[in-house]
């Protein structure tokens, strides 16, 4: 099964990752299809628990092109499938000030089933930011330093 990954990568860049959790997705049937295209963004995505549900908000699945009439919303809230357990727990750590619900990725695991993968996570000030790129920095300079006195 070939299926594309959809990744929030501006995430990991502007939140710190505390906790994450994998969710399934209520999804019609052409927004499933659009997903398996890859047909998808999480660019200011989030989630919110809101009475025992949980749903994600500002996601975009494009239109199937073959939908015809039958095709869903783009910008439609989306319920996430979790546990009531999981449910209490993760509203619990997002209703800290400055936590927030983010979704990492949506992908197709090894039966299908299309699922979130969500983290609370805490926005990052501009100094943090800065000292993650001077971590990168380091890093790479030892792994050419490395490479350089392998050859």
């Known amino acids: 099964m070939d299926t594309k990954e959809i990744v929030n990568r501006r995430a990991r860049h502007d939140f ?19 997903l398996r295209e890859g047909k998808a963004s999480l660019a200011g995505a989030f989630a919110r628990v809101d009475r025992d549900e949980v749903w994600l908000i500002g ?3 494009d239109e199937y092109a073959q939908g015809n009439r039958y095709n869903h919303d783009p910008k439609r809230f989306r319920k996430l499938l979790l546990h009531r357990s999981e449910i209490k727990k993760l509203f619990q750590l997002s209703s800290i000030k400055g936590h927030t619900l983010i979704p990492l ?3 197709f695991n090894q039966r299908g089933i299309a699922k979130v993968q ?6 990052k000030l501009d100094r943090d930011r800065r000292e993650d790129l001077k971590k990168q920095d380091a890093e ?3 792994r050419q330093a490395m490479k350089r006195r392998r050859e």
């Open 118 to 123: 969500l983290a609370v996570c805490k926005g």
């Open 140 to 142: 790479r300079e030892m």
């Open 59 to 61: 996601s975009h699945v």
């Open 105 to 107: 990725k949506i992908y």
């Open 16 to 34: 710190e990752v505390l906790e994450t959790c994998e969710a399934g997705i209520a999804l019609k049937g052409t927004e499933v299809k659009s």
